[in-house]
């Protein structure tokens, strides 16, 4: 059973591009979550999602940021416009169950230079 | 709203040894989960161990276990018998049940020395 994948794990943007971090849940897991880290931090909660739904966005900022996790294929956390401090490591975790807490298994992660 | 203190940025300690790291949190619920996740250099977020707020019992993982005390809001991790791959940063992590986001602790780096 593959993990958690998540690509690229290096992207380098210049300000003002765009910059698109995929994530392919565990095989059987249906919740998705985006987590990012700064240098020298924990990671901080950004988004909630399940096939189709954002379920929880609380973490995610209002502008620039949106994140999907269609029907078919993997989520995807969109960065439009970036800027010198979107540079992060971004994580992905799943987690298979329904109205449970359970635990989340985190991807490698996908380090962001804006350059 | 839920805080986690690791109020150790860093630690060493010798080959074969134990170690504690510390993890105090701040809460009002009373269900909730408790997880220390290990960060080696490769920067993948590795789950350690697990602990359910209304288990009394510590868990345990091999040569890892925890002292919980939830009156005192206390998750502490017990590395044994530490081994040159433990070496990492170390986050402590809560979540309240039925929620969706883990609050992380700023990390303490471990380094384990031959």
């Known amino acids: 059973n593959a993990g958690v994948m998540q690509n690229p794990r290096h992207l380098v943007r210049r300000r003002g591009q765009e910059a698109r971090l995929r994530c392919s849940p565990m095989k059987g897991h249906s919740h998705v979550y985006w987590y990012r880290q700064l240098p020298e931090e924990g990671l901080k909660f950004m988004v909630y999602l399940q096939k189709e739904n954002i379920i929880d966005e609380s973490g995610m900022p209002k502008e620039r940021f949106s994140a999907e996790f269609p029907k078919e294929g993997p989520s995807i956390l969109r960065i439009q416009q970036v800027v010198r401090g979107d540079s992060a490591a971004y994580f992905c975790?799943?987690?298979?169950?329904?109205?449970?807490?359970?635990?989340?298994?985190f991807g490698p992660g996908t380090r962001l230079t804006v350059l | 709203a839920q805080t986690v203190t690791q109020s150790q940025p860093e630690m060493s300690v010798q080959e074969a040894e134990t170690v504690t790291l510390s993890c105090t949190y701040d809460t009002s619920e009373n269900n909730y989960y408790l997880f220390w996740y290990k960060q080696p250099p490769s920067r993948q977020m590795i789950l350690v161990i697990r602990q359910e707020a209304y288990k009394q019992q510590n868990a345990t993982e091999n040569r890892f276990s925890v002292n919980f005390q939830k009156a005192a809001k206390s998750f502490s991790l017990k590395i044994s018998d530490s081994q040159l791959g433990d070496t990492a940063m170390y986050f402590c992590?809560?979540?309240?049940?039925?929620?969706?986001?883990?609050?992380f602790g700023a990390g303490t780096r471990l380094t384990v020395k031959p």
């Open positions: 992590a809560f979540m309240k049940q039925g929620n969706n986001d883990m609050r």
């Open positions: 975790a799943s987690s298979p169950r329904t109205g449970h807490t359970d635990t989340q298994y």
